[in-house]
């Protein structure tokens, strides 16, 4: 007979072999989707605020 402490153990097995399967998979992929956003940020970042803002320096000094 299967004591509920041991089915806690197979179901928490099954989810760790899931996750670890995954895991890296899916850290790569929000590692990469991170740096896709951080380059838009900043470019739009640059574009919309610093440039303009340098231009009105040289140009009112």
């Known amino acids: 007979m299967i004591?509920?402490?041991?089915?806690?153990?197979?179901k928490n097995s099954k989810k760790?072999?899931?996750l670890?399967?995954?895991?890296k998979k899916?850290?790569?992929y929000s590692f990469v989707a991170w740096i896709v956003y951080q380059s838009i940020?900043?470019?739009l970042t640059?574009?919309?605020?610093?440039a303009p803002m340098i231009y009105y320096w040289f140009q009112h000094r």
């Open 3 to 10: 004591t509920m402490e041991e089915n806690e153990i197979k």
């Open 16 to 18: 760790n072999k899931f």
């Open 20 to 23: 670890n399967k995954y895991s």
């Open 26 to 28: 899916f850290g790569k």
């Open 41 to 43: 940020k900043g470019t």
């Open 46 to 50: 640059l574009t919309f605020i610093w």
